[in-house]
């Protein structure tokens, strides 16, 4: 391919270069005036679907300026949910082998094709927050277990975040991967005391952080120095709390003998389709004998606290006290501006300003309704908000690094990507992505939530936390990934199987014999028109430049043109 040290020498330059576009005064273009409808341009809707989707197409762009943003939230709100448990199934009773890598694949064939795209990159933020990964040795060879936990995010996508919590802490993916799975009531003759992870992870991560909130998400401040939101004894409660649960439907005797509780099989019982591992896609049910239930509990302490001085008394069911430690993180009030702002940061920009995580920190604690918690109208105000809709100017820090994964879903989408078949073999993205879903390498998810890379990010107190997986080796695999599925892996090339995904260029062939064309098509549709004249002027002039003789030559300008914007510095910071 021509010129491949030059594209080479240009994609290395994006960690600088994107890391500079994300600093500087906080300024927004104020040329949208009404966001309460819309879009008013192809770009405003291209911009819209970047956040929401996967990835736009210019067949959804067309519905979406044809609709409007609120039919368009409401036609997603209402389409069914696509499942991966279901899918897996089926290719397990066609007698295909399901591996822990199929479960990317269905990944794939969601994110690519689904319909439902608001509800599945929803169900991806919410992946990267309530975070299972099977890198780990506890869940590892349950594909179909880790599936049905994804599918718990994709139906609760667009429901209530208490009750959320409530199924992620009984799934046993989570309760295998942070150790509340068969956690014990304290026995000092046996030296045993309750596991604390989940303790830890369901308030540092999962609900509340580590230090108290204003409803701005701002820190707050005592003689300077912020406020811890918890302390051990905190920890120490609520891992009393989540004791005493173990697979359903385990056989017990008088009870429960401490034989069945440790060696109770996951398949104790038959499920409608009798299998050796049935209760991984049942809740976790409770053993009295083994919950602390004696002990009173320190929970969260904080104003208009329902438990009088966040203390849980003993003598409660396991059930019970599970119901109200629940209840008390997920009334505090730094659940709201937390969720808002991870949110945020996972679908529209990385430094949100306070009055923007306030806003939407404001539609979770109350949906108009009276309801808390309602993470459909909480992602609403999120891709609705003034910050969202308007487009942050060049010299702002508004927008975000791509990360890698949705940018090989970005092309895949627009290009109409797909196998013969239909699959999707993407089985190992982590190595040359640096990401999969649900295969992170701990529960701190692929990147910190407010990872700020050393230098002038750093320096201006700015967070970019895709930049934590972004490294002079990650940036050259990532392109070398994007190269060939742009120049390699094509629908037409003699070379591919049947089984490889291919993008389809035969539409865009028509556009390489008019560079401004071709360029503008693809500004729209991978820059949603935030291309600097600069860079339009200067891939106008490289595609001009090159041979335009037969169908081979008006491929490889196509070819050259995705593959350069993919890869360039004004590209993968999303603004």
């Not at 809707?45 to 368009?72: D, H, K, M, S, V």
């Not at 539609?363 to 308007?390: K, P, S, W």
């Not at 291309?531 to 030559?553: A, G, H, K, R, W």
Request: charged letters at 20%; a negative charge.
């Amino acid at each position: 391919m021509k010129n491949l040290l030059c594209r080479m020498t240009l994609t290395l330059t994006v960690l600088a270069f994107a890391a500079h576009a994300l600093a500087a005064d906080h300024v927004f273009d104020s040329s949208f005036d009404d966001h309460s409808e819309g879009p008013h341009s192809d770009a405003d809707a291209a911009r819209f679907l970047t956040q929401a989707t996967f990835g736009p197409t210019l067949a959804e762009i067309a519905r979406l300026r044809a609709i409007g943003y609120n039919a368009w939230l409401a036609d997603q709100a209402a389409l069914p949910a696509s499942h991966e448990r279901q899918y897996m199934e089926d290719q397990e009773a066609a007698g295909l082998n399901v591996y822990q890598n199929s479960r990317q694949e269905v990944w794939w064939l969601n994110a690519i094709s689904g319909p439902d795209q608001l509800r599945q990159r929803v169900a991806f933020a919410l992946s990267e927050i309530l975070v299972v990964s099977d890198q780990s040795g506890a869940i590892e060879g349950q594909p179909i277990a880790m599936a049905n936990y994804y599918d718990l995010l994709i139906d609760n996508a667009f429901g209530n975040y208490r009750n959320l919590l409530e199924q992620v802490t009984l799934n046993p993916v989570m309760g295998r991967y942070l150790s509340m799975f068969k956690n014990r009531k304290p026995d000092l003759a046996e030296n045993i005391r309750p596991d604390e992870n989940y303790a830890r992870e369901i308030m540092q991560l999962f609900s509340v952080g580590l230090v108290q909130l204003n409803a701005n998400g701002q820190t707050v401040l005592v003689g300077g120095q912020p406020v811890p939101t918890y302390n051990q004894d905190t920890i120490r409660g609520f891992a009393h709390v989540f004791t005493g649960w173990n697979w359903a439907n385990c056989p017990r005797t008088n009870g429960g003998q401490w034989w069945e509780w440790e060696w109770c099989p996951p398949g104790a019982v038959d499920w409608p389709n009798p299998g050796w591992n049935a209760s991984w896609f049942l809740p976790m049910q409770a053993w009295e004998d083994y919950h602390a239930s004696a002990e009173d509990k320190q929970l969260l302490i904080y104003p208009g606290v329902s438990l009088p001085s966040g203390l849980l008394l003993g003598g409660g069911t396991a059930a019970g006290d599970l119901q109200a430690a629940l209840d008390n993180i997920f009334n505090h009030p730094n659940v709201a501006p937390f969720i808002a702002r991870h949110l945020i940061k996972r679908l529209v920009t990385s430094n949100p300003s306070p009055a923007y995580i306030g806003r939407v920190a404001a539609v979770f604690a109350n949906n108009g309704l009276g309801v808390r918690g309602d993470i459909g109208a909480t992602v609403r105000a999120v891709l609705m908000d003034t910050e969202a809709r308007h487009l942050p100017s060049l010299s702002s820090h508004g927008g975000k690094l791509r990360e890698p994964l949705l940018r090989q879903t970005h092309l895949w989408r627009a290009m109409h990507a797909r196998a013969d078949d239909g699959r999707y073999r993407e089985w190992y993205p982590e190595y040359s992505l640096g990401q999969a879903a649900l295969r992170s390498p701990s529960v701190f998810n692929f990147f910190l939530p407010d990872y700020s890379p050393p230098g002038e990010l750093y320096n201006l107190g700015l967070t970019a936390p895709e930049f934590q997986i972004t490294t002079d080796t990650s940036i050259a695999s990532v392109a070398n990934t994007l190269e060939a599925k742009t120049f390699w892996y094509w629908r037409g090339n003699s070379w591919n199987d049947p089984e490889d995904v291919v993008i389809d260029l035969d539409d865009e062939l028509p556009f390489a014999n008019d560079p401004v064309r071709l360029i503008d098509r693809y500004d729209l549709l991978f820059m949603n028109r935030t291309m600097s004249d600069f860079m339009f002027n200067t891939l106008v002039t490289y595609v001009q430049n090159m041979d335009n003789n037969d169908i081979e030559d008006r491929r490889q300008r196509v070819q050259d043109a995705i593959w350069l914007i993919q890869t360039s510095p004004e590209y993968v910071i999303e603004r």
